[in-house]
Structures are given as C-alpha cells and as structure tokens.
C-alpha cells in the first residue's frame, strides 16, 4: 500500500491554473479539480484554464507554495512570469497536462462535466 495513505494522507490533485490568456497563476489543491475550477470561475472576473495537475497531499501543495514565496500576490496566486516554467516542467515531469477538448457544439459529448482532458506527457 501507498506509504502516505497508510499515515492518513489524502491523496489528491495539486492544480495549476491561469487567469485569462497570461494573467497570474492559482496553486491549489482539490479532490476533484474539474469542480473547484468550477467554483473558482463563478467568482472570478477573467476566464480560468486548468493547465494541469500533479498528484499529491495538501502537505504538498503547501510546500509548492511556500517554493514560490517570492513570487506570491495574494493567498494562493502567484505572478505568472516568476512560476510558470518551474510549474510546468514539475508537471510535465510528475503530473499530467490538461487539455482543451474541441467538441462541437452539438455533440452528445458536449454534456461532459468539463471541458478539457488531462494527458499524461511523453517523455
């Protein structure tokens, strides 16, 4: 068994995800982040893209934060400039990249709960 599950870990998704086309960056944790994308959307004034996921604890996703300290605007947004790259190859390395889905407006898939994939990289 997964040694972090037998010390009472919950193991989730640490997520990235951007504001608008080159806006900040959000590093949070989630269960499920096709539904905290969700919520976090219903609030926020620019379109959000999840740009992917790593799997991993709450413990874990506080670690990446506090690696991001310098470039921390507010809670859990970051300034994209100074994370983007380090972010991306972790998740490239260790996690899986979320892409957009292109469905047609008419297609029965349409009805999915999100509207992205998540693909793990080649290496």
Known sequence: MNERLERGFTIGWIYVIQAGGGGSIKIGWAL?????????????????????????T??????????????????????????????MTLVLNEGFLAVSSNVSRNSPERKRISDFSLIVPEV
């Open 58 to 87: 709450r413990k874990d996703e506080k670690a990446l934060q506090k690696r991001f300290d310098h470039a921390r605007i507010n809670g859990e947004w970051f300034r994209r400039n100074q994370v983007l790259n380090d972010l």
């Open 32 to 56: 499920d982040p096709n539904l905290r994308l969700k919520s976090l959307q219903t609030g926020h004034p620019s379109r959000l893209r999840l740009l992917g996921v790593i799997p991993g």
